[in-house]
């Protein structure tokens, strides 16, 4: 026979799932008809919950991207795309939204999933973004960036060394691993002053390419379960390298050598007597700024050497790949170039084209733009948040503190702007007025306050190696299309079907 006490018992969790499902009714109906976004046009499903997007995210491995463009479709220019997000299509608005007038946060959201708050990139905070910039501004500057060119270029003449060697032995070279090792060592080198060489390896740290052509799925997972990236994040290095596959080794050995040199580098940064043979690097910087103490401290210094290096590997390296591939698969853009560079050779002083008279070629130039249009650094939305004002588009109000952003690969994909929009096509960017207008909405390293700090650093890399490259090889890739370089991930940067494969025969270039 039952007591009082069982009998209560037997009421609990029936009372409790009532409650539970009168909330999330309650929940829905908030966010359907009474949230300040509800107005605003797009999936019922995705304006209750994030769900829909962990979908696309996570099952469907970084399609959301796709998936907000045939919602632009369907609902128009400006869509709701979570319970608490906007993203707008219309070119026009770009310059509104990314701009350096006004404070503008980022989504913290989004940012959180890379487990690296102490990152300039990471900073969803106007005024703590703008502080940790500062210091860092000059370094990664054009000027600055030209004056290094010779750092550059001795990771050029490595590359081209490694590339001869397989002229004489015939053998196919992965030119997709030597041209991600390339921009790791020119980024790490420039920023931190170290080289791990990855150019010496004879597969080129190949397991390391394959790696980050697929991190974002770890971004992407925390997003939705927040305290996957953390986890991640604190497993212990030693433990991981004896226990992963070789690109998860390669990553994780990177990352123990990187906290090993970050924590020389302060060291050398706060000595009373530094070493002055010693180049510069951000972490010297940091130090030597007006920054207050909590800001340069390890955990935040190692946030910003890590993020600011790391965003110059896979970034620069798929829009290489996707330019190459479609410079040496076409004989009329190779033999323009060539032409170009010839008569630039020909009026320098030396058999090196120095860096200022390359940006002033047109068809080289045009040809980076259009490798950049395909490629640009990321291929996920921006969002941006004013957090003072209401934002306005068109006839709608934006609520201040609403996250809205756009996708910079969209944009650069819309037929109204690039007719046959994945044709690559130079020619398209060789008018000088054409270039100017398109230049308001060509925003590879993005705009405004949150442009990318290495944006220069990126287009030496890219005009350097490709001048060199076109003057020296030619390249036959076998069983490859331009297709498998369109982006068709979501990885935060390009995700492609190729996943950083590029594998080529190669011969001494042939100049007629």
Same mark, same amino acid.
């Given at each position: 026979m039952f007591s009082d006490t069982h009998f209560k018992d037997l009421l609990v969790w029936p009372n409790?799932?009532?409650?539970?499902?009168?909330?999330?009714?309650?929940?829905?109906? /908030?966010?359907?008809?009474?949230?300040?976004?509800?107005?605003?046009? &797009?999936?019922?499903?995705?304006?209750?919950?994030?769900?829909?997007?962990?979908?696309?995210?996570?099952?469907?491995?970084?399609?959301?991207?796709?998936?907000?463009?045939?919602?632009?479709?369907? /609902?128009?220019?400006?869509?709701?795309?979570? @319970?608490?997000?906007?993203?707008?299509?219309? @070119?026009?608005?770009?310059?509104?939204?990314?701009?350096?007038?006004?404070?503008?946060?980022?989504?913290?959201w989004s940012l959180d999933a890379f487990s690296g708050k102490g990152a300039m990139i990471c900073s969803t905070d106007h005024d703590i973004h703008k502080t940790r910039r500062q210091p860092l501004n000059s370094f990664l500057s054009k000027a600055k960036v030209a004056s290094q060119q010779v750092l550059i270029r001795q990771?050029?003449?490595?590359?081209?060394?490694?590339?001869?060697?397989?002229?004489?032995?015939?053998?196919?070279? !992965?030119?997709?691993?030597?041209?991600?090792?390339?921009? +790791?060592?020119?980024?790490?080198?420039?920023?931190?002053?170290?080289? /791990?060489?990855?150019?010496?390896?004879?597969?080129?740290?190949?397991?390391?390419?394959?790696?980050?052509q697929g991190s974002g799925r770890i971004w992407r997972i925390t997003k939705h379960i927040t305290w996957f990236g953390p986890t991640m994040k604190s497993m212990p290095v030693d433990w991981v390298i004896k226990v992963a596959d070789a690109g998860m080794k390669a990553f994780f050995a990177y990352l123990k050598e990187t906290t090993k040199d970050t924590k020389e580098l302060l060291a050398q940064a706060t000595s009373s007597t530094p070493d002055q043979k010693h180049? =510069?690097?951000?972490?010297?910087?940091?130090?030597?700024?007006?920054?207050?103490?909590?800001?340069?401290s390890f955990d935040r210094v190692f946030d910003e050497v890590v993020t600011v290096t790391g965003a110059g590997f896979e970034t620069i390296a798929n829009a290489l790949r996707l330019i190459f591939y479609h410079v040496f698969s076409n004989d009329e853009i190779l033999r323009t170039l060539r032409v170009e560079l010839r008569s630039a050779t020909k009026r320098s002083s030396s058999d090196e084209i120095d860096l200022k008279t390359l940006e002033q070629l047109p068809y080289l130039t045009s040809v980076i733009m259009e490798g950049l249009r395909l490629s640009p650094a990321i291929a996920t939305r921006s969002a941006r948040i004013a957090p003072d004002?209401?934002?306005? /588009?068109? +006839?709608?109000? !934006?609520?201040?503190?609403? @996250?809205?952003?756009?996708?910079?690969?969209?944009?650069?994909?819309?037929?109204?702007?690039?007719?046959?929009?994945?044709?690559?096509?130079?020619? =398209?960017?060789?008018?000088?007025?054409?270039?100017?207008?398109?230049?308001?909405?060509?925003? @590879?390293?993005?705009?405004?306050? +949150?442009?990318?700090?290495?944006?220069?650093?990126?287009?030496?890399?890219?005009?350097?190696?490709?001048?060199?490259?076109?003057? =020296?090889?030619?390249?036959?890739?076998?069983?490859?299309? &331009?297709?498998?370089?369109?982006?068709?991930?979501?990885?935060?940067?390009?995700?492609?079907?190729?996943?950083?494969?590029?594998?080529?025969?190669?011969?001494?270039?042939?100049?007629?």
């Amino acid at each position: 026979m039952f007591s009082d006490t069982h009998f209560k018992d037997l009421l609990v969790w029936p009372n409790l799932l009532v409650i539970f499902v009168l909330w999330l009714a309650s929940l829905v109906f /908030y966010r359907v008809f009474l949230h300040p976004l509800a107005n605003f046009p &797009g999936p019922k499903l995705a304006a209750v919950t994030r769900y829909y997007e962990a979908y696309f995210d996570v099952i469907q491995n970084g399609q959301y991207t796709f998936k907000i463009a045939e919602m632009h479709k369907k /609902y128009g220019p400006i869509v709701r795309i979570s @319970p608490y997000e906007l993203h707008v299509i219309d @070119p026009a608005f770009f310059e509104k939204l990314y701009r350096q007038e006004g404070r503008w946060n980022k989504y913290a959201w989004s940012l959180d999933a890379f487990s690296g708050k102490g990152a300039m990139i990471c900073s969803t905070d106007h005024d703590i973004h703008k502080t940790r910039r500062q210091p860092l501004n000059s370094f990664l500057s054009k000027a600055k960036v030209a004056s290094q060119q010779v750092l550059i270029r001795q990771n050029v003449e490595k590359l081209c060394d490694r590339i001869t060697l397989f002229i004489d032995s015939g053998d196919t070279i !992965i030119l997709g691993a030597a041209t991600s090792a390339f921009a +790791r060592d020119v980024a790490t080198e420039y920023i931190i002053g170290r080289n /791990y060489n990855s150019l010496d390896l004879e597969d080129f740290n190949v397991g390391m390419t394959v790696l980050l052509q697929g991190s974002g799925r770890i971004w992407r997972i925390t997003k939705h379960i927040t305290w996957f990236g953390p986890t991640m994040k604190s497993m212990p290095v030693d433990w991981v390298i004896k226990v992963a596959d070789a690109g998860m080794k390669a990553f994780f050995a990177y990352l123990k050598e990187t906290t090993k040199d970050t924590k020389e580098l302060l060291a050398q940064a706060t000595s009373s007597t530094p070493d002055q043979k010693h180049q =510069r690097t951000i972490v010297n910087e940091i130090m030597n700024s007006n920054l207050p103490p909590v800001e340069k401290s390890f955990d935040r210094v190692f946030d910003e050497v890590v993020t600011v290096t790391g965003a110059g590997f896979e970034t620069i390296a798929n829009a290489l790949r996707l330019i190459f591939y479609h410079v040496f698969s076409n004989d009329e853009i190779l033999r323009t170039l060539r032409v170009e560079l010839r008569s630039a050779t020909k009026r320098s002083s030396s058999d090196e084209i120095d860096l200022k008279t390359l940006e002033q070629l047109p068809y080289l130039t045009s040809v980076i733009m259009e490798g950049l249009r395909l490629s640009p650094a990321i291929a996920t939305r921006s969002a941006r948040i004013a957090p003072d004002r209401e934002l306005i /588009y068109g +006839r709608w109000r !934006i609520p201040a503190g609403t @996250p809205v952003g756009m996708t910079t690969l969209l944009m650069h994909t819309d037929e109204k702007l690039y007719p046959d929009p994945m044709c690559f096509n130079p020619e =398209r960017w060789m008018d000088f007025d054409d270039r100017k207008k398109a230049e308001k909405t060509f925003a @590879p390293f993005t705009k405004g306050t +949150r442009i990318c700090i290495g944006m220069h650093l990126a287009w030496a890399e890219i005009y350097l190696v490709l001048s060199t490259l076109v003057q =020296r090889f030619d390249f036959d890739f076998k069983d490859v299309s &331009g297709k498998d370089f369109e982006c068709n991930s979501d990885q935060f940067i390009i995700g492609t079907p190729s996943n950083g494969v590029l594998n080529a025969t190669v011969t001494s270039a042939e100049i007629s």
